[in-house]
Antibody, heavy 121, light 110 residues
């Protein structure tokens, strides 16, 4: 059974940093691209970032480019999101999501339960 | 990149069929057969229901179907059931930013 478990969320002040983690199990992690997708409270879905199986192809939404960094450790079956210079508008539930193949196809076939990030002073 | 346009809400009675539209442009929905649909129950993670405009992943009921005409994609749910009550989101590959979602549609089963 595919499982994605996010962690690392919390309350953080504007301008500070936070790192999210996603622990994957139930599938061969290094065979798939992975993504972060967020959902602000009461709002819709927004793709944040994704990377291919070997981190050779990485993409970011314009709203986070230059502030967020996605990475993965295939030996640890883990995905990460380093978030710097956080803003109030980054407040959201952050989901880890699996793609359907090695490369970025932007099909999110499995999702974690999310970790909540609240940016507030 | 603007979100794809979906109706805020749709409703139907058990057993009926409903259709949710997702309107974009020739740079996204109309330009590629890379439209997906996701179902999200309150407090739950989204679930992939349709990929590549009309393909159903394993385990998804055949009551769910997808289609596309021009710049508008559609999700049809036939034989509506109480468990179908949820939010539905479309997404599409785009030529400018890699992927864009619709604003979401709340389906109410009367």
């Amino acid at each position: 059974e595919v499982q994605l478990v996010e962690s690392g969320g919390g309350l953080v002040q504007p301008g500070r940093s936070l790192t999210l983690s996603c622990a994957a199990s139930g599938f061969t992690f290094d065979d798939y691209a992975m993504h972060w997708v967020r959902q602000a409270p009461g709002k819709g879905l927004e793709w944040v970032s994704g990377l291919s199986w070997n981190s050779g192809d990485i993409g970011y939404a314009d709203s986070v480019k230059g502030r967020f960094t996605i990475s993965r450790d295939n030996a640890k079956n883990s995905l990460y999101l380093q978030m710097n210079s956080l803003r109030a508008e980054d407040t959201a539930l952050y989901y880890c999501a699996k793609d359907r193949g090695y490369y970025l196809e932007y099909y999110f076939d499995y999702w974690g339960q999310g970790t909540l990030v609240t940016v507030s002073s | 990149q603007s979100a794809l346009t979906q109706p805020a809400s749709v409703s139907g009675s058990p057993g009926q069929s409903i259709t949710i539209s997702c309107t974009g442009t020739s740079s996204d929905v109309g330009g590629y057969n890379y439209v997906s649909w996701y179902q999200q129950h309150p407090g739950k993670a989204p679930r992939l229901m349709i990929s590549d405009v009309s393909n159903r992943p394993s385990g998804v009921s055949n009551r769910f179907s997808g289609s596309k005409s021009g710049n508008t994609a559609s999700l049809t749910i036939s034989g509506l059931q109480a468990e179908d009550e949820a939010d539905y989101y479309c997404s599409s590959y785009t030529s400018s930013s890699p992927v864009v979602f619709g604003g979401g549609t709340k389906l109410t089963v009367l």
